[in-house]
């Protein structure tokens, strides 16, 4: 089938208000451009590199998230563009993305990442992080970042029970930020979780967002 035909009957069975990053890493910019041609503007990428070069290529309106981990010194190569950035996990590159936002004039929409899952991950918030983290952060020195929500990414797993219980958990630790921290701000709103074999379940547990990839543009 035609990743046209494919992607428009996936957005046909997901609730219109969901925010679906139809996740390109790998694929080609003429795959991009088929679904941009249908209206489709919310591109995910992982890899700086390879951003920068679709961005380049494709028409200036795409709204591209970056969904990788990011490295400090990366930050100004996408901050000129740049929609939301969905990895963040230290207020150092919180801090660097607020700076090179500011250099380039605008704000940029960030999501704080939590691990929830089993396996063994270098990157992303813990739960118990919480507390130094907001401590050690001055939000009015952060004129330039928007923190619009967290994502996370459940274990790779069969076991649905699993999966469920981690996307409870980010629904949880959402809802705990939101009384803690962002109780008068009106745009904490979004949950970034759920891709191609666990969506169902994400949007079950209250995912606002979710990144799917494979589903839609074929195995990578
Ligand atoms: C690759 C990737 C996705 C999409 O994965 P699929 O299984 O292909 O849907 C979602 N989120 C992140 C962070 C990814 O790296």
């Not at 919310?42 to 920068?52: C, S």
């Not at 230290?90 to 605008?106: D, P, Q, W």
């Not at 649905?160 to 980010?170: A, P, R, W």
Request: net charge neutral; proline share 2%; glycine share 4%.
């Amino acid at each position: 089938m035609d990743i046209v035909d494919i992607y428009t009957d996936f957005k046909a069975q997901i609730n219109q208000l969901i925010t679906l990053v139809a996740v390109s890493k790998t694929k080609p910019e003429e795959d991009i451009l088929k679904l941009y041609n249908v209206g489709h503007k919310v591109f995910g990428e992982n890899k700086v590199q390879e951003l920068n070069r679709k961005y380049q290529n494709l028409p200036k309106d795409v709204n591209w998230h970056f969904i990788g981990h990011l490295q400090t010194n990366k930050v100004k190569i996408i901050a000129p563009y740049i929609s939301v950035i969905h990895s963040v996990d230290s207020v150092k590159i919180l801090k660097e993305i607020n700076y090179r936002a500011n250099l380039n004039n605008r704000i940029i929409k960030c999501l704080l990442q939590f691990h929830v899952a089993k396996e063994d991950a270098k990157f992303g918030l813990k739960e118990a992080d919480i507390p130094s983290f907001f401590e050690s952060i001055n939000f009015n020195e952060l004129t330039n970042v928007e923190i619009i929500g967290i994502m996370g990414m459940a274990t790779y797993t069969t076991d649905k029970e699993l999966i469920t219980s981690e996307f409870k958990q980010l629904n949880e630790i959402f809802k705990r930020l939101k009384v803690e921290y962002f109780a008068n701000n009106v745009s904490f709103t979004e949950i970034s979780m759920g891709m191609s074999n666990d969506y169902k379940i994400a949007i079950a547990q209250g995912a606002t967002m979710i990144r799917i990839g494979s589903t839609i543009f074929g195995e990578r």
